[in-house]
């Protein structure tokens, strides 16, 4: 079975500063795709950012970056320069794709930025 | 791009009743659509998943008859919360997959739907 952890239930960071959120998961898959999405207090969750296990390279999109190693299944979000409106529970979650595509989920970690 | 709503946004009903929440992807073709529940401060629990034209599929532990999916179109899926109880209220949460290209194995959130069932 498919399984997805994240071993930080609440992180905090002050704005300005670096923060590294942790994802590891599990799986017997060759190919799959990874996840990070947000969930501010509005409660719609958001497309962070997106990884295919086929690629090498870490996705990144302007201050989220993500560190693929996936020898290790391990699957960290790093965001820089951290603002106000990152404040929100963030979910790491896993896909192998195909007809039912289902995502699997973390528990979350809730990311507080202090100003 | 890849606009996912959800109407209505927050529904307080009458135990006994029934209440229709709309799914809707605005700007791309969905042959895929997920409904799912979460309870406060806890994680997403995929509810079905459906495949438009098709009958839908559910999780383990979910009634069928009580959570009907429609998935007439490739731009829009319903659930129906038959016969509401106070223990269904909850965050509800549609989700809708492109149908192809780079982006197709990507998941798009509506903003999720407040049911109260007094």
């Known amino acids: ?115 | 791009g890849a606009v996912v709503s959800q109407h209505p946004s927050w529904v307080i009903c009458k135990s006994g009743t029934s209440v229709k929440i709309e799914c809707r992807s605005l700007d791309f073709q969905a042959t895929t659509m997920f409904w799912y529940r979460q309870f406060p401060k806890q994680s997403l629990m995929l509810m079905a998943t459906s495949n438009e034209g098709s009958k839908a599929t559910y999780e383990q532990g979910v009634e069928k008859d009580k959570f009907l999916i429609n998935h007439a179109s490739l731009t829009l899926s319903t659930l129906t919360v038959t016969s509401a109880h106070p223990e269904d209220s909850s965050f509800y949460i549609c989700s809708a997959r492109s149908t192809s290209g780079a982006e197709g194995e990507t998941q798009y959130f509506g903003p999720g739907t407040r049911l109260l069932v007094l």
């Open chain 1, 1 to 115: 079975a498919q399984t997805v952890t994240q071993s930080q239930p609440e992180m905090s960071v002050q704005e300005a500063e670096t923060v590294t959120l942790s994802c590891t998961y599990d799986t017997s898959e060759s190919n799959y795709y990874l996840f990070w999405y947000k969930q501010p207090p509005s409660r719609q969750m958001i497309l962070v950012i997106r990884q295919e296990a086929y690629k090498q390279q870490n996705a990144t999109e302007n201050r989220f970056s993500v560190n693929f190693q996936k020898a290790a299944k391990s699957f960290s979000l790093k965001i820089s320069d951290s603002q106000l409106g990152d404040t929100a529970m963030y979910f790491c979650a896993f896909t192998a794709g195909g007809a039912t595509n289902k995502l699997i989920f973390g528990t979350g970690t809730l990311l507080a930025v202090q100003p």
